[in-house]
């Protein structure tokens, strides 16, 4: 029997500006629905690309992946800090699109995932975007800036957090993080999220 309490699957549209890993991006799927799951929230998945723009969404976010995501690539140089990813926001409010950036998530997990084989690594790099992005979605459709103290919600992860093999929310905000708070949107197509979201 169907639950019709819980909130409909969230369409994520996803745009890559480089290569990627199919590896990595499944592993980051099974992640996101790992960490999401238990806060009554499921996601569908489809390229921004092949959009025709016709589609509707109860709920929808458009997620662009910068730099390129596949670990076999030679990691740039350039620092660890700053924002492994980030939501946009305009007058306050927030706004569903989020960018991830990929050469940084790569760089601050290369350390703890150098010795592993590249099949390995791009499993594990799946898992760190999976964090990421499970990060900038709580945002989003819980309509909140602030963090917690530790786990998915804290303010900033290390390379050790992205590859842990557990790395879930904390359990006192989740409780706030239920489906009877989920953030309701009104019916949307990809098309006007995208006009939407050029500011």
């Known amino acids: ?16 500006e480089h290569s990627s890993s199919a590896t990595s991006l499944e592993t980051m799927r099974e992640e996101l629905a790992t960490i999401m799951g238990p806060l009554g929230l ?10 025709t723009g016709s589609e509707v969404s109860v709920e929808l976010v458009v997620v ?11 990691i740039p140089a350039g620092t660890q800090t ?7 926001m305009s007058d ?3 706004l569903p699109f989020s960018d991830l950036d990929c050469d940084k998530i790569r760089r601050m997990i290369n350390p703890e995932v150098r010795a592993l084989d590249r099949g390995q690594q791009e499993v594990m ?7 990421v992005l499970a990060h900038e979605l709580y945002h989003i459709f ?5 963090h917690a103290s530790w786990g998915v919600a804290k303010a900033f992860y290390t390379g050790r957090d992205l590859v ?3 790395f879930r929310f904390e359990e006192k905000g989740a409780i706030t993080l239920r489906p009877g708070n989920f953030n309701r949107r009104v019916p949307a197509t990809p098309s006007a999220v995208s006009l939407a979201g050029q500011h």
């Open 82 to 88: 700053g924002a492994l990813g980030w939501t946009h």
């Open 42 to 51: 499921s996601f569908t998945w489809r390229d921004l690309q092949a959009s």
């Open 142 to 146: 819980f309509n909140t800036t602030r």
């Open 1 to 16: 029997m169907t639950d019709r309490s819980a909130p409909p699957a969230i369409t994520v549209y996803t745009q890559f």
């Open 164 to 166: 842990l093999d557990k």
């Open 92 to 94: 306050g409010a927030i």
């Open 64 to 74: 662009s992946f910068k730099g390129t995501c596949e670990m076999v690539a030679p």
């Open 125 to 131: 790099f799946g898992r760190a975007i999976g964090r």
